[in-house]
């Protein structure tokens, strides 16, 4: 066993710390003000950047332009871009491209590389992913009930879908819809590229998350598919493959998700720990003098390394073992992290009092942004569920999912 | 002990629930879509049905036109209340203005009760209270940099404020001010009276609050006083006295809080529960089925149950004993309440899943709204330490505040 | 609703607190150095002062030699009684005689009465409750394997229990065996009185409970009926009334355990801000000026408040509209109270360091013989789940048990 | 980063996870029905077997006779180890004989080694370690009573210590004792071998720890030191050094105890998951079906993964870059992993029911014998002002200790 983390990667580390300090930090106040979108010109200028210091998609392949880092040093890397809600936007690994990239890399047609991966990896376009349902519980994919109905050469989608996170400015869609309804359950689905000017794409609103619309990449529509048109070609992989390409990338989508919280985790950290110093109580006695703000401090950075640890060790795991041999670290990290990072903010708020509510600091932002963390990507008592039943079929015993 | 309310009393709190749900609720999700100020004409056509109803003002005296609640039963409406973001409000007991009101009450002159009181007692202004200070903690409130200085029949304000709730629309603030700097700590500040329209009155801006700026009555203010000139007529009380006048409604006020996050509770609570028989996981087995629901309702259930009693025992300790023999009380109840509506409102969110955190339910904006309740008013921290210091006396130990 | 206790009421509790302090603590660490059956004889004398005083048997009603207290009364008095392990066996209020007496007040025939309840009430027998099974959950009743067959005037009882508590000395079992195995399930079971000499009554060992045997009172055995042979006689109630017949004092039963440890709490309170005062970190320093004992402090008074609250509100509801109008209730605290026990108590023992862990103190005794406390009578998840249920019904919604 | 076990180490911990179950769990019960003592021969025989497979004293270097292995594979072994209550002391690393044999291999002399070391490494005599004392803090060690005054060629000690665990049945206690009151107050004390045949040395009493009072190594003692007379060549180190010699263990101290935590961790999740597996609620529905017992499991096997590697990379770091560089580690899991242990327990015991709290299982010794884990070694309280206190530092602010 060896904790070391290699001299390389921690200079690549270090630069990007920098670099979010001196760069990206800077534009968060003016994204607070402003919105997403009005800042997209200075975004664009700071991805320029990005790309010739060669930090441009850390978790891509070189051969397709990025820097081609395994699971576990991409999670380095993301633990650090998570400190900046901007973070992974600028260096164009942010969900779900980041995802979409990787499913054009491994089941991608030459002609839908060209059209849709190609100026994906180049930041030209964003893209969205389609699957949660306002009527179906997400903790059951399987019970879904967008259709894909072949009609010629084309698939015509007809469906409700919400939650399909960065709708608003995305050039396509990758949309899981039913295609094959008389197949068995897990091979139903597939999942088809729909590019958002199709006719019959319809991104009804942003939805409201926790009071906001948010807008183009910092939102998550309600979308609806009415006699939806898009050539077959637009098939990713085979009919009925939808939740086998869902599951491959699965374990890679949680550990970005992990380490992206892990990287709030210190920000919020840092925060606490300097307005702890900084705010005095009456002069000469900083907060930081009352043993309940040290006991916050001190069960944040247990708790942080904690989190941090389990998500590399399962990154590890993947990298070496495949992410099937991992299920049980992947759905352990999925709840265990996203606990500590909605204690962590919790107490960062609390140490910051009436001015952690205020878009002052970035805590409101990630608060209001992470509660989700506990929902998205599968519920807390889902994922529990999982590693229960891994754990109990060594005893023997088979639970029904 | 009897724990049972009078018939009287039951019918009064139906009326009010029945009133809600056919009057008030309807109008929430207006408010959320188009924001409190466009809805202020039906708000207002809704609080004259509460004064035909004989509701208004249920916590002012009836010789000022008020129901005359003592502080245990305007608890239980304010439980009733609560359940609605715009309870309190329609029915003229909402924060500052209900502070207020009791403020001019007891201490008003002749003057100040026909220009101030009376206006706020029919509902045709609303108030502010200018206490807290962006750059000392709101735990120490000795600590205080608002200056007013007296100049010939005048005094002249200078400082700055925050978190000055309601401000934005409000006819005049109620404000703290150092006006005796060489007094003895608790004797340096006054309460003056200030209208808005005040020359040196200035609303800076509503403070974004877990990313919302609100507006109106729904707001948070930064306030700057610039050598802002009042008559000395516009002192409450006598000069000194504006720590003691604050004190003396804190026990009401915290009442008022509490009970009506018990509302809160209330309404999360009915909202988890009709969601966990609404929401079928599979065909015919809805959520409810599940045990952890089913555990969060029993624990919700037993958690409000302990909160309410424990709010009603302290009303009724201030009713009969004052609120100095309920010291312990008001500090239990203000950091236990709090929790327990956080985590009430945590568990419906949770068991809502994605719907609850957008604006289709209360239940989002009820937890940006209130994230608060462990900061305003004293934070959890300093009410602990005001238990702990009244238990320790009693075992000979003087803990310095 | 009314908070205060009467005053007849307040002189009565006073003086059962004077008499625990100057009677019954001091017995306390003899027990702990030399067991509770050497220490008979002089609990025998501390009973006859209880007698004198009027206090024996507060919970039987007059005409049996009791107080008479109803419900919520004699609730108040187990708080006092409970600060210390001896109290209630000391006032012959003590589980399970308490409950045995109950029941035979109800159910029992004239000769039951004479032979068995006189003795009991005049504190010169004991007797325990043998329900629970070791091959079997406690938390289905239904399934349980001791049997009862008729045998000429006879029934001969075979079967397996344990956790029969106090079953060391005791006169007679009160037994839970099958005696109608065809039957509606909740028909199948009686109560038999079974003398402990009665042939095939073999009290097998004093079980290891956290590692202690216990002896005579303070124990809990484990008992198996070998072809037992009682009367037909000593039936009580009806032939298969067994569960109608315990059910009757669940409710009772909870509320005296409840308000038990609701004692407990306030005697490791008591010894909490005693130590916090007395214990030096550094000269001068004492341990209670530590900002974490000091929320230790506030977070249990708050803590007991509500347990206290909601138990005394639970007996008022029994008292005046019967225990199944008061389930949810019963269940709520059944959980609730004996979570905040085991916090105080946690908080307590870590405030007195190693201290807390010896037997200097009776914290030791109460952590390790409360554990017991979210098992017994129904463990945590089951009391959730009649809660839950109870809830959903009223939303529409069956759920079997 | 490679969380990889080199395949010979794996080897090695599969062979004494074999022995443990074949040779040593087998014991537990023995020990729990007929004590410490009755069992030594038998223990003696056992360790026998050790030394013939290799694996004696794993963490004494090969020099001294010992496996040779760093602190990160010791602690590897010792997470083996720690599920048996017998383990440590089976392969001669138990506490404090540990620590004091590696203070002897670093301090003694010649003539100490010969004289004290080398039967400890052998086996063949005991030791203790009489530090703590009853009326100071041990979170505030330089506050010490206990003095050593030189006479002749001898020191004189007086003195009163507790919690002096295994001294019955030791053959020398290593004591603590202030030699020199003058100096700086980290300069006052010594460390002193006393045999516990010197005059003057008094075992008072083995202490009762949750109502036990143990014997022989499982026990804790009270001892008494008057005009005890040792010769001044039993000083260990420099006069004055105590403290320094003390410290220079801690942090191995903290990783042996933590890692022995982890098998206690594993061992109690073990036992919860065959109980839920094999206990049926009602016939062919195991106690493993519910979703409370699911969520138990998965939570356990998230926070045991996370202490264990939040140990690891604490022992990893003290073998590279030295304790003092893992100050933070080592005081984070000190509190974390202590927490993570006392929570596992109680789930395993809440599993079990009434069964959990008999000595039918491990688990009740276990939960008895380390309520201890959150305050010997320094309680949570302290270690979290540690780490807080270090990373203030880097924020500018120094906090006195």
């Known amino acids: 066993m060896d904790f070391a ?7 690549i580390l270090a630069g990007i710390q920098q ?6 930090y800077p534009l968060e106040p003016e994204v607070a003000a402003r919105g997403f979108k009005a800042l997209l010109p200075q975004l664009r200028a700071t991805r320029e950047k990005v790309k010739k210091l060669g930090y441009w998609c850390p978790q891509i392949p070189k051969d ?11 999670g380095l890397v993301s633990a650090v871009l998570g400190r900046s809600t901007l973070g992974h936007y600028v260096f164009n690994c942010q969900a779900p491209d980041a995802g979409n990239m990787e499913i054009l890399i491994a089941h991608g047609t030459a002609e839908q590389k060209k059209n849709y991966l190609e100026p994906l990896l180049r930041g030209e376009i964003r893209s969205c992913f389609a699957m949660t349902e306002p009527e179906r519980p997400g903790s059951n994919p399987l019970w879904m009930e967008t259709t894909a109905r072949r009609d010629g050469g084309h698939y015509v989608l007809n469906g409700h879908k919400w939650f399909t996170s960065a709708a608003d400015g995305a050039a396509f869609a990758v949309v899981m819809a039913i295609t094959n309804p008389e197949a068995a359950p897990h091979r139903r689905a597939s999942q088809i590229i729909v590019p958002t000017g199709a006719p019959g794409f319809k991104l009804v609103r942003n939805l409201r998350v926790m009071g906001h619309h948010g807008e183009d990449y910092a939102s998550h529509g309600e979308v609806v598919f009415e006699d939806c048109r898009v050539p077959q070609t637009n098939l990713l992989g085979t009919e009925g ?5 869902a599951q491959e990338r699965l374990g890679a989508g949680r550990i970005h998700h992990c380490m992206r919280w892990i990287g709030i985790c210190e920000r919020g950290f840092d925060l606490m720990c300097r307005r702890a110093v900084a705010r005095e109580l009456a002069p000469g006695k900083p907060l930081a003098t009352r043993q309940i703000i040290q006991q916050w401090i001190a069960e944040s950075r ?3 390394n904690a989190a941090r640890l389990m998500v590399l060790e399962a990154a590890w795991k993947i990298d070496n073992f495949g992410q099937l041999a991992a299920r049980v670290e992947i759905s352990c990290i999925k709840f265990f992290v996203a606990d500590v990072l909605l204690r962590v ?3 960062a708020v609390q140490t910051h009092g009436a001015l952690g509510l205020t878009s002052e ?6 608060l209001a942004g992470e509660r989700g963390a506990r929902i998205y990507d599968g519920p807390d008592e889902v994922h529990k569920m999982v590693v229960a039943r891994q754990v109990l079929k060594k005893y023997g015993l088979q639970i029904p999912s």
Do not use: C, N, S
């Open 345 to 347: 903010l919790d107490r």
């Open 302 to 304: 247990a708790e942080i």
């Open 19 to 24: 670099f979010l300090e001196q760069e990206v």
């Open 361 to 366: 600091t970035p805590l409101a932002a990630f």
């Open 64 to 74: 397709y332009g990025g820097m081609g880092l395994r699971l576990l040093e991409h």
């Open 5 to 11: 983390v290699r001299p390389e990667m921690q200079q």
């Open 241 to 245: 493959a939808g939740f086998l390409i």
